[in-house]
């Protein structure tokens, strides 16, 4: 028997050494060949764990060396290697506090172990990095635990933890594409990983594809039925999609402020889908400016833009809230930004009618000099002009001060030039229409307002103020 067992050892130690051979020449999957030949021949020896343990790691199969690493100490307590790479694997797996306990096993046996020593500073500096993460997930600082997974990922390269909880947090600040590759990577080699199915789930979720969305998170619950937030998120998900729906239906059906109401209770349900959320403060700004709640559309314009930068039909939308509301500059503004944008036709024209009315808001509004609205008829024009060019003649204020007369010339001036563009159907139409902009105006240097108060009122002599007391006047007929 003895004779029979020494054959058995050498044998095993004839793999052991093949696999040393293969190793050497980094031919790993050989090497796990030969040295799993050697465990089967001879199952109680520590060292040829420990070297199938070194293998599997080089084939970045964590899981399965950590176990041969487990087993190669727990034949032999005292060896050194086993503990060291044991430790090893847990803090590649992501398991710090396991392996600082290896490493600290290490450094019994072997107190001036410097990988050990180095290995447990990593260890130590990955539970920090995790306590870090945790409090700045609670405080919704998600590029700080970004950061911190990245660090801690440096030492624990294999653990999907990690992985995960940055994916979730990219997802959390927009940047889905790079979440869902980091979720991908790590379906790729664990397809039932719920927490890598539920970040793809919550980035088509974000990015407004709550259908798929919701087949993910489903997925997550089938894989993983205690996921809490994939509960939440599906949760959400359903309730975002159901109460938008509802709003859009309303609006339709022309009850607005039913609309203004469902989007306003979805806009509650989730502060974290920026894109769905930016879409609900435009459709909420729709349906206010046709409540004529023109200032909070401009406000739920400016909320959705906040969200989403890129969101043209946010600009559009205030652009037009802000034309009605005679805010020329902002609207000449945002239709700007959508031009640079998207270079149609239709932006162009939004554009040039935007500084159009800017420029002529800029110009002597002739309608507020005669006290008239812009749809007044002939007959109006001619009475707002009797009226203020009696009210400004200087004739009127010939015993007023210096500065007054030269305040009451001016607005006599002013009163006869409005008259002069507006009771000429012409002039008025090019006026109206902004076309004497291009002209510089109507061209009124050489213009005299007391002709055209002498021509209204019943050629030369035909009026005159009288004094009857003092600041008394009436004005005759001659």
């Given at each position: 028997?003895?004779?029979?067992?020494?054959?058995?050892?050498?044998?095993?130690?004839?793999?052991?050494?093949?696999?040393?051979?293969?190793?050497?020449?980094?031919?790993?999957?050989?090497?796990?060949?030969?040295?799993?030949?050697?465990?089967?021949?001879?199952?109680?020896?520590?060292?040829?764990?420990?070297?199938?343990?070194?293998?599997?790691?080089?084939?970045?199969?964590?899981?399965?060396?950590?176990e041969d690493s487990q087993q190669a100490v727990r034949?032999?307590?005292?060896?050194?290697?086993?503990?060291?790479?044991?430790?090893?694997?847990?803090?590649?797996?992501?398991?710090?506090?396991?392996?600082?306990?290896?490493?600290?096993?290490?450094?019994?046996?072997?107190?001036?172990?410097?990988?050990?020593?180095?290995?447990?500073?990593?260890?130590?500096?990955?539970?920090?990095?995790?306590?870090?993460?945790?409090?700045?997930?609670?405080?919704?600082?998600?590029?700080?635990?970004?950061?911190?997974?990245?660090?801690?990922?440096?030492?624990?390269?294999?653990?999907?933890?990690?992985?995960?909880?940055?994916?979730?947090?990219?997802?959390?600040?927009?940047?889905?594409?790079?979440?869902?590759?980091?979720?991908?990577?790590?379906?790729?080699?664990?397809?039932?990983?719920?927490?890598?199915?539920?970040?793809?789930?919550?980035?088509?979720?974000?990015?407004?594809?709550?259908?798929?969305?919701?087949?993910?998170?489903?997925?997550?619950?089938?894989?993983?039925?205690d996921h809490e937030k994939a509960r939440i998120a599906?949760?959400?998900?359903?309730?975002?999609?159901?109460?938008?729906?509802?709003?859009?239906?309303?609006?339709?059906?022309?009850?607005?402020?039913?609309?203004?109401?469902?989007?306003?209770?979805?806009?509650?349900?989730?502060?974290?889908?920026?894109?769905?959320?930016?879409?609900?403060?435009?459709?909420?700004?729709?349906?206010?400016?046709?409540?004529?709640?023109?200032?909070?559309?401009?406000?739920?314009?400016?909320?959705?833009?906040?969200?989403?930068?890129?969101?043209?039909?946010?600009?559009?939308?205030?652009?037009?809230?802000?034309?009605?509301?005679?805010?020329?500059?902002?609207?000449?503004?945002?239709?700007?930004?959508?031009?640079?944008?998207?270079?149609?036709?239709?932006?162009?024209?939004?554009?040039?009618?935007?500084?159009?009315?800017?420029?002529?808001?800029?110009?002597?509004?002739?309608?507020?000099?005669?006290?008239?609205?812009?749809?007044?008829?002939?007959?109006?024009?001619?009475?707002?002009?009797?009226?203020?060019?009696?009210?400004?003649?200087?004739?009127?204020?010939?015993?007023?001060?210096?500065?007054?007369?030269?305040?009451?010339?001016?607005?006599?001036?002013?009163?006869?030039?409005?008259?002069?563009?507006?009771?000429?159907?012409?002039?008025?139409?090019?006026?109206?229409?902004?076309?004497?902009?291009?002209?510089?105006?109507?061209?009124?240097?050489?213009?005299?307002?007391?002709?055209?108060?002498?021509?209204?009122?019943?050629?030369?002599?035909?009026?005159?103020?009288?004094?009857?007391?003092?600041?008394?006047?009436?004005?005759?007929?001659?």
């Open positions: 028997v003895s004779r029979f067992g020494e054959k058995r050892h050498l044998n095993a130690e004839s793999f052991k050494e093949q696999g040393n051979a293969f190793y050497v020449k980094k031919d790993y999957g050989e090497a796990l060949h030969c040295y799993t030949k050697a465990i089967d021949v001879c199952p109680k020896n520590a060292s040829y764990y420990g070297n199938r343990a070194a293998t599997l790691m080089m084939l970045t199969r964590y899981r399965e060396a950590l034949l032999d307590d005292t060896f050194m290697k086993g503990h060291l790479r044991e430790g090893k694997c847990h803090l590649l797996l992501g398991n710090a506090m396991a392996a600082s306990r290896c490493f600290q096993k290490v450094l019994e046996l072997e107190p001036d172990n410097s990988q050990a020593q180095q290995e447990l500073k990593n260890a130590e500096a990955i539970l920090e990095y995790e306590r870090l993460a945790e409090v700045g997930f609670e405080k919704r600082d998600f590029r700080m635990v970004v950061y911190c997974m990245d660090r801690a990922l440096e030492s624990a390269s294999a653990c999907h933890r990690f992985r995960v909880l940055k994916a979730e947090c990219l997802a959390l600040l927009g940047r889905y594409s790079e979440a869902q590759s980091v979720a991908s990577d790590i379906l790729r080699m664990d397809s039932t990983n719920g927490d890598a199915l539920y970040v793809r789930g919550l980035c088509l979720y974000y990015e407004d594809c709550i259908d798929k969305a919701v087949q993910f998170f489903m997925q997550a619950l089938r894989m993983a039925p599906c949760r959400n998900a359903k309730a975002l999609k159901a109460k938008k729906e509802e709003g859009n239906k309303a609006f339709k059906e022309g009850n607005y402020e039913e609309a203004y109401e469902l989007y306003s209770e979805a806009l509650t349900i989730d502060p974290n889908n920026i894109k769905t959320n930016a879409k609900l403060y435009c459709n909420r700004a729709t349906v206010g400016s046709k409540l004529k709640k023109l200032e909070q559309a401009i406000e739920d314009c400016t909320k959705a833009i906040s969200l989403d930068e890129t969101y043209i039909k946010a600009y559009l939308r205030r652009a037009q809230c802000y034309m009605d509301t005679q805010m020329y500059e902002e609207a000449v503004r945002d239709y700007e930004k959508v031009y640079q944008t998207e270079k149609t036709k239709e932006h162009k024209q939004l554009l040039k009618n935007a500084q159009l009315e800017l420029k002529k808001s800029k110009r002597k509004d002739y309608y507020k000099v005669l006290g008239v609205d812009k749809n007044a008829t002939e007959e109006e024009i001619k009475k707002a002009y009797r009226k203020r060019a009696l009210m400004h003649h200087p004739d009127r204020h010939s015993g007023a001060s210096a500065e007054v007369q030269k305040e009451e010339e001016k607005k006599f001036k002013e009163v006869g030039e409005a008259f002069t563009v507006l009771s000429d159907p012409k002039k008025k139409s090019r006026y109206d229409s902004g076309h004497d902009l291009d002209d510089d105006g109507m061209n009124m240097g050489d213009f005299d307002a007391n002709n055209i108060f002498k021509a209204f009122f019943g050629g030369p002599g035909g009026f005159s103020f009288e004094a009857s007391g003092p600041g008394n006047f009436f004005f005759q007929f001659g």
